[in-house]
């Protein structure tokens, strides 16, 4: 979330900073739930007494990227009680970092007073660089953060985990689907070069897209500050014969592209990735513009299998989850199968738990909300990508 | 050939909005010699009183540009009194700073009314444009746009030369003391420009909206920007001059969109506006008038 400063107008933004940025004031009436509050894993029972395994969970409750904070919290919350068995149970506390790194440090610092043994968290990318230092210097913390994107959370430090793709692996995958979905298409990459997320998954795709073959044709971009129309960069894709748009950017750029296609009455088919869900969540949005459209995310609520967890978030929170909330599912998923594997109960030392989780985690396929996901000993996951098209308005697998 | 004359009718077609906000712009500077630098935001809440009359009200869309241009006229003069009037005989830098502070304070307060969540602004004008025309990417809101910036220039012309209240209005523009011995009313004709400059507005954020779709508090912003460069590149005070550059900007930039590369159009569009004013320093259209001492 806009680096390493925390303020929102810097133009340098990591994924989800700018759906976290226009995202904003709608969801501050949403924090119920998850302020702050320790909440128990299955029973009563199971306190500050030892018997349960404490995991903090930090992301931002307030502010302008407060949505995806608290669904993370909630996520994280949901999690503990539904992973706790009689042998180890697991109790929750989130803290609020307003998606400033400094805060999350303090939230960090805070949460390891209170006892913490794993972290799931931060949320935002800055967050979690800052916080990823510092969990990976003596002594050492576990920490998996669900979707912090960069390659850089995890680089280098022995005891960081990622629950979501990073950028780059999300671009060859995006490459890799594409290559098996759509072999004869004629290709144009629209992306946007002022943004890392954007700009990121376009550098991975385009070298996957060479390996593969792939009939690029066109490479078109725009900036923040040139995102009012896009029709010459159509007209430009139209007349090189492209037939398909991979577009890596966020939903709301992404409105005005399948806009403008549909007003020059340019009829090609488009993928995006994860940027691009929330699409048909936009007010006056004409969802039939967005017939047709193929992205790459890693949850779906209209999904069968998910249906179960739906309903308890729904129930518990009164909200339909998004990935984040999927993804910090997950990251939980993932510690209490990794504790298993290293034999680690309640009463770990955390230090302990950052040393022997690191190898147990490289070992474990979690079957989650998300898909199925194992790791590399980087702190990378690999899960298969998964591509949506939008039907009737809803999100079908392709 | 076809392709090229694709590019000029994009070009066309958004400096057309480019053309409509810059003459607001100058028509406040011509006669008020201020930069009133909250013009972009007053687009953009032209637009959001559109959105909220169609889709939440469900009424016709010529109701809610009627609705844009009353609301936006009386928001114009509403700023007018109550943040430039008192300042009328401070220096041109205290106006300025308030016009910044205008501008922030209308987008914040559209953030806390709206929200920060873009919403999608459905187009006001469609209808079947012929085969023919469709094939050069013209589209019913582009023949729209370029028809009101006709219209709006030509009346503007009509209006500023040939009625009463618009030579009140170059009487100010070229002297505000020597117009008042006249008996000519002068906070009433700059208020009187606002309300005018801040109707432009009013169309100038529906058409612009029915362009790009996604509305939000910041969507006057750079388009606002850009229309000011036209505004200066043309020569600013100069009602064809503003015409004028605004269509050459939106042009310059699908050429250079076009031809040289997407991420350098910025770069390019305000690179052509320094050139010009280095070799013009008053615009294509602009007066040169040397200050007497």
């Known amino acids: 979330m806009s680096c390493l400063t925390g303020k929102s107008f810097n133009p340098v933004m990591n994924r989800r900073s700018v759906i976290a940025g226009v995202a904003g004031l709608g969801a501050v009436g949403i924090l119920a739930g998850c302020s702050g509050n320790e909440s128990e894993g299955g029973s009563t029972a199971a306190a500050d007494d030892g018997s349960a395994f404490k995991i903090g969970a930090i992301g931002p409750l307030t502010g302008s990227a407060a949505s995806y ?3 993370v919290c909630n996520g994280v919350e949901l999690a503990c009680k539904d992973f706790s068995t009689d042998d180890l149970k697991f109790v929750s506390k989130s803290e609020d970092d307003v998606a400033d790194g400094e805060k999350s440090v303090n939230a960090f610092n805070s949460l390891a007073d209170w006892g913490m043994q794993a972290l799931v968290g931060p949320t935002t990318t800055g967050a979690s660089l800052a916080v990823a230092e510092v969990a990976n210097q003596d002594p050492q913390m576990f920490m998996i953060t669900p979707s912090a994107s960069s390659p850089d959370v995890t680089a280098d430090k022995t005891c960081v985990f990622q629950a979501c793709f990073n950028d780059p692996n999300q671009g060859a995958n995006a490459a890799t689907k594409l290559a098996e979905m759509f072999p004869d298409e004629k290709f144009v990459v629209f992306y946007n070069s ?14 996957k897209a060479e390996e593969l073959k792939l009939n690029i044709v066109d490479e078109e971009t725009f900036k923040d500050d040139s995102a009012t129309s896009f029709t010459n960069q159509l007209t430009k894709a139209k007349d090189a014969g492209a037939t398909m748009i991979f577009a890596p950017i966020y939903y709301t750029p992404a409105s005005v592209l399948l806009a403008n296609a549909n007003e020059m009455g340019y009829d090609v088919k488009m993928m995006g990735c994860d940027g691009m869900d929330g699409i048909l969540g936009v007010e006056g ?28 978030y729904k129930d518990a929170y009164d909200e339909v989850p998004d990935q984040f909330a999927a993804d910090a599912y997950d990251a939980v998923h993932a510690v209490s199968l990794a504790l298993a594997e290293a034999g680690l109960g309640a009463d770990a030392d955390p230090a302990d738990v950052a040393a022997k989780l690191p ?25 298969d990508p998964m591509v949506y098209v939008i039907k009737d308005g809803k999100y079908v697998a392709a | 050939m076809t392709v090229f004359l694709q590019y000029l009718v994009n070009g066309l077609s958004m400096g057309s909005v480019y053309a409509i906000i810059a003459l607001g712009y100058t028509m406040v500077y011509g006669i008020a010699k201020m930069l009133n630098f909250a013009h972009g935001d007053v687009i953009m809440i032209g637009a959001y009183i559109s959105f909220v009359v ?10 809610s540009v009627i609705a844009a241009v009353a609301v936006c006229t009386a928001l114009g003069i509403l700023i007018e009194g109550l943040a430039y009037k008192p300042l009328r005989q401070a220096g041109p830098l205290a106006v300025l700073i308030t016009a910044i502070g205008v501008s922030y304070f209308l987008q914040n307060a559209a953030q806390l ?10 187009s006001i004008v469609s209808f079947p444009v012929p085969a023919f025309l469709k094939a050069y990417n013209v589209s019913a809101v582009s023949l729209v746009t370029v028809i009101a910036c006709l219209l709006i220039m030509a009346g503007l012309m009509w209006f500023t030369g040939k009625t009463k209240m618009g030579k009140a209005m170059r009487a100010v523009s070229e002297d505000k003391a020597a117009a008042q011995l006249m008996g000519i009313n002068v906070n009433r004709t700059i208020s009187m420009t606002f309300a005018i400059g801040s109707a432009l507005a009013a169309i100038a954020g529906v058409l612009l909206c029915s362009y790009s779709p996604v509305l939000q508090p910041t969507t006057g912003s750079m388009p606002g920007i850009k229309a000011f460069t036209a505004a200066v590149f043309g020569g600013i005070g100069s009602i064809p001059g503003a015409f004028v550059g605004g269509i050459l900007l ?3 930039e699908a050429m250079a969109q076009a031809y040289i590369s997407t991420s350098l159009a910025n770069s390019i569009v305000f690179g052509v506006l320094i050139v010009v004013l280095l070799v013009k320093p ?4 602009g007066k040169y008038v040397p200050e007497k001492v």
């Open chain 1, 69 to 71: 904070g608290t669904s």
């Open chain 1, 194 to 207: 002022g943004d890392t997320y954007s700009s990121g998954i376009r550098d991975a795709f385009v070298a």
């Open chain 1, 285 to 312: 949005f004409d969802t039939s513009l967005a017939e047709g459209l193929y992205l790459m995310t890693p949850f779906s609520a209209d999904e069968e299998k998910n249906a179960d967890f739906v309903a308890a």
């Open chain 1, 359 to 383: 190898e147990a985690m490289t070992k474990i396929t979690v079957e989650g909300l998300t898909g199925t996901l194992t790791w590399n000993d980087k702190g990378e996951v690999e899960k």
């Open chain 2, 54 to 63: 169609t889709s939440y009200m469900g009424l016709p869309a010529i109701v």
């Open chain 2, 113 to 122: 009314i709206w929200g920060a969540t873009p919403k999608n602004f459905t």
């Open chain 2, 250 to 252: 939106g042009i310059i």
């Open chain 2, 282 to 285: 008053a615009g294509l259209f």
